[in-house]
């Protein structure tokens, strides 16, 4: 159990709406996924992202799988980043496909000349999927023009980037599909789970509902072999009061992220991992890069030792995880990690500071205040 004053790496922010939301749909009775809450969540989100159409499904896991199983058949290959949750390169293995990793820029994120020196060099290439990691944002038109020509799918990996924007785009709204997590830490969650494809045609919007829903059309007719990957109508509803709230919410976690890096920056054994220059962060992790004399793990123990829980979850690119050693050899690996250079040297180095919507000024002050007596 967390001690008292303990800070925890994030927390979700849950009120009275959302209890009202969930007693709503207990007394309608109706509580199966493709019903009005879930409806209405879709066209919310659509609103909100600027964008024709979404698609609510039971995970973000479920959203990627979707968006790539558009492009990705079996022997096909999938340029993406080495930093990354292990669900981005789960889907592409579920469909048959095989991940090519590009390398990161000195934010973690994959790095365009990188990536688009893979794409033009990699056989049986289906799509690019640029992930934005720790609520940054890749630059993704470098990837859409070269995919347009090459005739590609880009599918963004959003699940981290909720309210992240690219010179007034939202995070997920600039490839093919973005697909977005409502994961109990993210901004938005629909009860601790959830995803959403954000798609730009009502065609490609029509064709993931089918399969997210055993490829049924009408309540007789299954078009297509799918998946039961609907969110339920709770779920949904939580997520519109969510939704309802989220400027606040994000507008108070970018207010004290940054003061946190303000107060951290002249620090000179570390560094605050801000933005390039027209992006908008979104803060799901508040990260930072520790110099490479930094011992990550004694900095852990003595921010926790004042309490504050930290992240450093992806302390390796994603190819060393023993699962993918396993399905694609060791010979493989070793080939994304004689490429992946920039990725093996920060990847040790990120953690992440907490970040919720309702960090209060004295837990933000206690945040700089254990960073700021560590002693590399």
């Known amino acids: 159990m967390a001690h008292v004053g303990h800070i925890p790496a994030s927390r979700p922010s849950l009120g009275v709406a959302e209890e009202r939301a969930v007693a709503r749909v207990l007394a309608s009775g109706r509580l199966a996924g493709n019903g009005p809450e879930v409806e209405a969540f879709e066209r919310q989100c659509a609103e909100w992202l600027g964008v024709e159409e979404t698609v609510a499904v039971s995970s973000g896991t479920a959203a990627l799988f979707l968006a790539l199983s558009q492009y990705v058949r079996p022997g096909d290959?999938?340029?993406?980043?080495?930093?990354?949750?292990?669900?981005t390169v789960e889907a592409i293995l579920a469909l048959g496909g095989t991940p090519v990793f590009a390398d990161v820029n000195e934010r973690g994120q994959m790095h365009p000349a990188s990536a688009i020196e893979l794409m033009r060099t990699t056989s049986k290439l289906a799509a690019v999927c640029p992930v934005h990691m720790y609520g940054d944002m890749v630059s993704v038109l470098p990837f859409a023009d070269m995919a347009m020509k090459m005739g590609i799918g880009v599918v963004e990996d959003a699940c981290q980037a909720h309210g992240a924007m690219d010179c007034g785009a939202y995070a997920g709204t600039l490839g093919?599909?973005?697909?977005l997590s409502f994961y109990a830490t993210k901004h938005i969650t629909t009860l601790g789970e959830g995803g959403l494809v954000i798609c730009n045609k009502p065609d490609q919007a029509a064709r993931i509902r089918a399969m997210?829903?055993?490829?049924?059309?009408?309540?007789?007719?299954?078009?297509?072999s799918g998946w039961n990957w609907r969110m339920p109508e709770a779920a949904a509803a939580v997520g519109r009061a969510q939704l309802a709230r989220f400027p606040a919410i994000q507008e108070r976690r970018r207010r004290q992220s940054n003061l946190i890096w303000d107060q951290i920056d002249d620090l000179p054994w570390l560094t605050t991992m801000r933005p390039d220059e027209g992006i908008s962060h979104g803060f799901f992790w508040l990260p930072i890069l520790l110099a490479e004399d930094v011992?990550?793990?004694?900095?852990?123990?003595?921010?926790q030792r004042h309490g504050v829980e930290i992240r450093h979850r992806?302390?390796?690119p994603v190819y060393h995880q023993p699962a993918l050693v396993?399905?694609?050899g060791q010979g493989y690996v070793e080939e994304q990690q004689r490429r992946c250079p920039t990725a093996e040297a920060l990847a040790p180095r990120i953690v992440g500071l907490p970040t919720c919507s309702q960090m209060t000024n004295d837990e933000a002050g206690r945040i700089v205040e254990?960073?700021?007596t560590f002693t590399p």
Do not use: K
Request: aromatic share 14%.
């Open 326 to 328: 396993r399905a694609m």
């Open 212 to 224: 997210r829903s055993h490829g049924m059309t009408d309540y007789h007719t299954h078009l297509m």
């Open 314 to 316: 992806y302390s390796e």
């Open 295 to 303: 011992d990550r793990n004694a900095f852990a123990v003595h921010v």
């Open 77 to 87: 290959r999938v340029v993406t980043s080495p930093l990354t949750f292990y669900a």
């Open 370 to 372: 254990a960073v700021r």
């Open 176 to 179: 093919d599909y973005g697909c």
